[in-house]
């Protein structure tokens, strides 16, 4: 790490190059890391506080809630809810849209996941946080509703993640660019280590849950096989890499090149993951680092969301890769 710039510093020189803005947006991705810093502090020692394992309930998403998920949706919600700054919020652990004290002067909507991968959370396994901010259609804040949180992904101001790992990483876009900071703990700071991130046109790793092939279409099935035929003029066969944490298997491919996939299934015939708080704000993050992110027929930015905890396929990473398994699922291959 050369450059000992914080996050914060960061922002602030990236608003410099836009004379029209308020410092709004600097605030609002300055609180979300602070959250992330205050998550971070638990997850590292979750196992010594009674914060792993069940709580006994299931989320909107009819999955078992794990303790560290409503420790950590908690924690976001209070610390970046508390200013105000923010007019409307939804999150993965809510069933209804979140109205923040004080939020009489918000002009954004913040979406997020707290704690993606949570279930690798008890096996030391990384585990993330992911968001998404838009600028809200209603021009008074007090009355912002679910419309100002279902909006498309190309309209996104900003997105980012954060990583809970043997390091912490967070890596944000503002639509100019994607950055990624490693937190120091020994000053307190997300300090810049990854400057103007640009993920590999080809690579040579697919992340997929294999364990699902009996539920995958032919269409799928048939990608499979493609990406692991012997062919050194397209690089194949590809390397299998999947962790079974969607911000972590994204993370390093974006860094590395490669494609992450969750096809359809006969399980979940339109998709698993949520568009609004895993699929838009990666998809912005990978086409802002010159990737791509499709739900197989159409580019997940354009999607017009009809509801807050929609479900998409996703095929996001290195754009050659991404494009090959969308001409599969399309049956053009």
Do not use: W
């Not at 609180?31 to 998550?39: E, G, I, N, R, S």
């Not at 971070?40 to 299931?58: K, M, N, P, Q, Y």
């Not at 294999?210 to 279409?217: D, I, K, L, V």
């Not at 997940?300 to 807050?308: A, Q, T, V």
Request: hydrophobic share 35%.
């Amino acid at each position: 790490m050369s450059k000992l710039i914080t996050i914060e510093r960061h922002i602030l020189e990236q608003q410099k190059n836009f004379p029209e803005a308020t410092g709004e947006l600097t605030d609002l991705l300055s609180d979300v890391a602070f959250a992330a810093k205050l998550v971070r502090r638990e997850v590292v020692r979750a196992g010594l506080v009674d914060i792993l394992g069940f709580t006994g309930s299931t989320n909107v998403q009819g999955e078992e809630v794990k303790k560290l998920d409503l420790f950590a949706n908690d924690k976001i919600i209070n610390a970046i809810g508390q200013h105000g700054r923010f007019a409307i919020m939804g999150s993965e652990e809510n069933e209804e849209i979140i109205t923040p004290p004080n939020n009489e002067n918000g002009s954004y909507a913040l979406l997020f996941d707290p704690l993606d991968g949570s279930s690798n959370i008890d096996v030391n396994v990384s585990v993330g946080t992911i968001f998404s901010i838009y600028k809200i259609k209603n021009s008074d804040p007090r009355k912002a509703d679910i419309s100002d949180c279902l909006q498309k992904g190309s309209e996104q101001v900003a997105a980012g993640y954060v990583i809970y790992g043997s390091s912490v990483v967070m890596v944000y876009t503002t639509g100019h660019g994607v950055h990624g900071f490693t937190y120091d703990p020994t000053i307190g700071e997300f300090l810049l280590s990854h400057e103007n991130i640009v993920t590999p046109k080809h690579g040579k790793y697919y992340s997929i849950n294999e364990g699902s092939y009996a539920q995958f279409n032919d269409t799928t099935k048939k990608y499979l096989d493609y990406i692991k035929e012997e062919d050194s003029a397209t690089g194949r066969p590809y390397s299998t890499r999947y962790i079974g944490s969607l911000v972590a298997d994204f993370h390093r491919n974006l860094l590395t090149g490669g494609v992450f996939v969750y096809p359809p299934t006969t399980k979940h015939p339109n998709g698993k993951l949520r568009l609004m708080y895993e699929g838009n704000p990666l998809a912005y993050i990978c086409e802002q680092a010159g990737g791509r992110a499709t739900d197989g027929r159409r580019r997940i930015l354009d999607i017009d969301p009809s509801e807050l905890h929609q479900r998409t396929p996703l095929y996001i990473g290195s754009e050659d890769d991404v494009r090959v398994a969308e001409e599969f699922e399309q049956g053009i291959r």
